[in-house]
Protein backbone atom coordinates (compact mmCIF):
# COMPACT_ATOMS: atom_id res chain seq x y z
CA UNK A 1 0.00 0.00 0.00
CA UNK A 2 1.06 3.78 -0.36
CA UNK A 3 -0.01 6.82 1.25
CA UNK A 4 -0.02 10.49 -0.03
CA UNK A 5 -0.07 12.97 2.54
CA UNK A 6 -0.67 16.88 1.31
CA UNK A 7 0.69 20.06 2.99
CA UNK A 8 1.12 23.82 1.94
CA UNK A 9 -2.42 24.80 0.86
CA UNK A 10 -3.90 27.78 2.10
CA UNK A 11 -5.46 31.46 1.34
CA UNK A 12 -2.83 33.91 -1.10
CA UNK A 13 -3.80 36.63 -3.29
CA UNK A 14 -3.68 36.90 -6.86
CA UNK A 15 -0.13 37.49 -7.85
CA UNK A 16 1.34 35.69 -4.89
CA UNK A 17 3.17 32.14 -4.36
CA UNK A 18 2.67 28.58 -2.75
CA UNK A 19 4.62 25.62 -2.41
CA UNK A 20 2.89 22.25 -1.79
CA UNK A 21 4.79 19.03 -0.75
CA UNK A 22 3.36 15.64 -1.05
CA UNK A 23 5.08 12.89 1.25
CA UNK A 24 4.89 9.14 0.15
CA UNK A 25 4.96 6.17 2.07
CA UNK A 26 4.60 2.75 1.94
CA UNK A 27 5.71 0.82 -0.75
CA UNK A 28 7.22 3.01 -3.32
CA UNK A 29 9.01 1.65 -5.75
CA UNK A 30 11.98 3.50 -7.34
CA UNK A 31 10.06 3.45 -10.95
CA UNK A 32 7.00 5.57 -11.08
CA UNK A 33 5.36 8.72 -11.97
CA UNK A 34 4.64 11.41 -9.50
CA UNK A 35 1.57 14.17 -10.20
CA UNK A 36 -0.08 16.71 -9.07
CA UNK A 37 -3.97 17.27 -10.13
CA UNK A 38 -6.66 20.00 -9.07
CA UNK A 39 -10.38 20.06 -8.87
CA UNK A 40 -12.51 22.98 -9.08
CA UNK A 41 -16.00 23.01 -7.41
CA UNK A 42 -18.41 21.87 -10.30
CA UNK A 43 -15.31 20.62 -12.25
CA UNK A 44 -13.56 17.62 -12.90
CA UNK A 45 -10.34 17.14 -11.86
CA UNK A 46 -7.58 17.69 -13.62
CA UNK A 47 -4.19 17.02 -14.66
CA UNK A 48 -1.69 20.13 -13.37
CA UNK A 49 1.85 18.84 -13.79
CA UNK A 50 3.69 15.19 -13.39
CA UNK A 51 7.21 14.04 -13.14
CA UNK A 52 8.51 10.87 -13.35
CA UNK A 53 11.36 9.50 -11.46
CA UNK A 54 13.51 10.22 -14.37
CA UNK A 55 12.76 13.75 -13.82
CA UNK A 56 11.02 14.01 -16.98
CA UNK A 57 7.91 16.82 -16.54
CA UNK A 58 4.92 17.44 -18.27
CA UNK A 59 2.39 20.87 -17.57
CA UNK A 60 -1.32 21.82 -18.44
CA UNK A 61 -0.79 24.78 -20.75
CA UNK A 62 -2.47 26.46 -18.02
CA UNK A 63 0.00 26.62 -15.54
CA UNK A 64 3.20 26.03 -17.84
CA UNK A 65 5.79 28.90 -16.72
CA UNK A 66 4.05 29.34 -13.27
CA UNK A 67 4.60 26.19 -12.14
CA UNK A 68 7.23 23.96 -11.32
CA UNK A 69 7.00 20.50 -10.34
CA UNK A 70 10.14 18.76 -8.96
CA UNK A 71 11.01 15.60 -6.48
CA UNK A 72 13.29 14.14 -4.37
CA UNK A 73 13.55 10.72 -4.66
CA UNK A 74 15.66 9.92 -1.78
CA UNK A 75 12.98 11.30 0.53
CA UNK A 76 10.00 9.92 -1.55
CA UNK A 77 8.61 13.79 -1.78
CA UNK A 78 7.15 15.61 -4.72
CA UNK A 79 6.63 19.54 -5.03
CA UNK A 80 4.42 22.05 -6.62
CA UNK A 81 6.16 25.61 -6.75
CA UNK A 82 2.86 27.77 -7.72
CA UNK A 83 4.39 31.44 -8.79
CA UNK A 84 1.85 33.97 -10.38
CA UNK A 85 -1.10 32.50 -9.15
CA UNK A 86 -4.30 33.35 -10.35
CA UNK A 87 -8.03 33.33 -9.17
CA UNK A 88 -8.68 30.66 -12.03
CA UNK A 89 -5.88 28.36 -10.01
CA UNK A 90 -8.33 27.88 -7.00
CA UNK A 91 -9.09 24.33 -6.11
CA UNK A 92 -8.73 21.09 -4.11
CA UNK A 93 -4.97 20.04 -5.42
CA UNK A 94 -4.01 16.22 -4.69
CA UNK A 95 -0.87 14.32 -5.27
CA UNK A 96 -0.85 11.32 -7.08
CA UNK A 97 1.45 8.15 -7.86
CA UNK A 98 1.59 5.98 -10.72
CA UNK A 99 3.70 3.04 -10.44
CA UNK A 100 3.57 -0.32 -11.94
CA UNK A 101 -0.40 0.24 -13.23
CA UNK A 102 -1.31 0.98 -9.94
CA UNK A 103 -2.76 4.73 -8.87
CA UNK A 104 -2.74 6.12 -5.49
CA UNK A 105 -4.08 9.38 -4.42
CA UNK A 106 -3.80 11.59 -1.16
CA UNK A 107 -6.47 13.62 0.46
CA UNK A 108 -6.02 17.02 -0.92
CA UNK A 109 -5.04 20.13 -0.14
CA UNK A 110 -7.31 23.39 -0.70
CA UNK A 111 -5.52 26.09 -2.21
CA UNK A 112 -7.76 29.37 -2.58
CA UNK A 113 -6.60 33.06 -4.87
CA UNK A 114 -7.99 35.96 -3.85
CA UNK A 115 -8.76 38.63 -6.68
Known amino acids: QVQLVESGGGLVQAGGSLRLSCAASGSIFSINVMGWYRQAPGKQRELVAQ???????NYADSVRGRFTISRDNAKNMVYLQMNSLKPEDTADYYC?????????WGQGTQVTVSS
Open 96 to 104: RILQYGNIY
Open 51 to 57: ITSGRTT
